[in-house]
């Protein structure tokens, strides 16, 4: 059985030493690290990202330029990435340059996923625009050679199913 840890919420915990977490998850036996990453962002466009999106991505996500380095630092430890959170305000247009990024990064040659958050709707035209995005991002990344799966962030969300339902199937659910 693999075993792997979602890097989500461990941040904080991971900066404060990174050498002791590698250290400390490789013996523990993990292998797989799921990431979550956003693209490089200039100061000037820095300040016009949505607050809330800035502050979550300044305490649990890379941007690709910390990837490249914190990829580099675990290869003594065999990690693997097969599966990726991208952490984008807007999936359908920032997935693709994104993925032309991690495509550029050779530690990454065992990443099979991109993973993204399925929001909660209230009506049927959120539905389906949420589904018109998931497809033209499943249709960039599986021109990458990945799959597009999405994750339910919400208990007992009506969303997840509805959405999956209207990607037909070119969108896949996370295991």
């Known amino acids: 059985m693999r075993f792997g840890m979602q890097m989500y919420g461990m941040n904080q915990t991971f900066l404060k030493d990174r050498q002791a977490f590698y250290e400390r998850i490789s013996k523990a036996g993990i292998r797989y690290l799921e990431l979550c990453v956003m693209l490089d962002v200039d100061p000037v466009a820095s300040e016009q990202l949505d607050p809330a999106f800035k502050a979550e991505a300044e305490e649990h996500v890379w941007t690709v330029t910390q990837l490249k380095t ?3 630092e675990m290869e003594p430890y065999g990690f693997k990435v097969d599966s990726l959170h991208p952490f984008l305000q807007n999936v359908a247009e920032e997935l693709p340059l994104l993925i032309s990024q991690l495509r550029a990064i050779d530690q990454l040659s065992d990443l099979r ?3 993204v958050s399925c929001p909660v709707y209230q009506n049927e035209e ?3 625009g949420e589904a018109e995005k998931l ?3 499943a249709k960039a990344a599986e021109e990458a050679g990945y799959q597009r799966r999405s994750h ?3 208990a ?4 997840y199913e509805k959405i999956l339902d209207m990607c037909g199937g070119k969108v896949l659910a996370q295991p």
């Open 152 to 154: 339910n962030s919400h």
């Open 113 to 115: 996923q991109l993973i």
């Open 156 to 159: 007992a969300s009506p969303t």
């Open 70 to 72: 914190y990829l580099k």
């Open 126 to 128: 959120q539905f389906r």
């Open 135 to 137: 497809l033209k991002a």
